[in-house]
């Protein structure tokens, strides 16, 4: 993405800080946002592991897998200053949680064993390759797993800020590198998710 796109993406959601949490995220209700975090839990256990969330937002992902998993590491990252501020303060102080203000377009990657996007891919960009390099830069940081959620074109009109994918297209290009890729649908209208284990 450039600079422009970046800009774009930053106006989007600064101009919604003012309203729910939720807004500012982009999701439509809490409703929406607890189907997909479901829904990436079933790439498997995530306890012992290390886990890179691109994108993190406030961090909520963070006290969601808390409910399920037991002694993992959780990274966060995200390039809104407004977001890493908010989840530093909700979720700062938690054992083996670290958050990020960066651009994990751009950035090195850690190596680590689950990387997550929840949301993050959804972006609109000028270069083609945008989410196939993303896809390619994840399953290279992950010792264990990628998961991660993308608007449905079959259901999602896109605009001039989110794009939405082709579930056969992406799944064809996450075969090449996992012949089990898995896609799942049907927990909301006009979304699916990805799951990719090594």
């Given at each position: 993405m450039h600079l422009i796109e970046k800009a774009t993406v930053q106006a989007f959601h600064r101009s919604r800080l003012n309203?729910?949490?939720?807004?500012?995220?982009?999701?439509?209700?809490?409703?929406?946002?607890?189907?997909?975090?479901?829904?990436?839990?079933?790439?498997?256990?995530?306890?012992?592991?290390s886990v890179l969330d691109l994108g993190c937002g406030f961090g909520d992902l963070k006290a969601f897998l808390d409910q399920h998993y037991k002694d993992?590491?959780?990274?966060?990252?995200?390039?809104?200053?407004?977001?890493?501020?908010?989840?530093?303060?909700?979720?700062?102080e938690l054992a083996n949680t670290?958050?990020?203000q960066a651009d994990f377009l751009t950035v090195g990657l850690p190596e680590v064993d689950i990387v997550i996007a929840s949301g993050s891919l959804n972006y609109r960009s000028e270069n083609a390759l945008h989410p196939w390099q993303s896809i390619s830069?994840?399953?290279?940081?992950?010792?264990?797993?990628?998961?991660?959620?993308?608007?449905?074109?079959?259901?999602?009109?896109?605009?001039?800020v989110l794009r939405a994918y082709d579930q056969n297209e992406v799944l064809n290009f996450c075969r090449q590198l996992d012949p089990a890729t898995e896609i799942i649908s049907g927990y909301l209208p006009d979304d699916f998710t990805v799951l990719m284990r090594k």
């Open positions: 309203g729910s949490t939720i807004q500012a995220l982009g999701y439509r209700s809490q409703e929406s946002q607890t189907r997909r975090f479901q829904v990436l839990l079933q790439l498997g256990d995530f306890s012992h592991c993992f590491v959780y990274l966060g990252v995200d390039f809104l200053k407004e977001f890493i501020d908010g989840a530093q303060l909700h979720y700062g670290q958050f990020f830069r994840m399953w290279e940081a992950a010792n264990k797993g990628v998961v991660f959620n993308l608007l449905d074109a079959a259901q999602f009109e896109s605009d001039e």
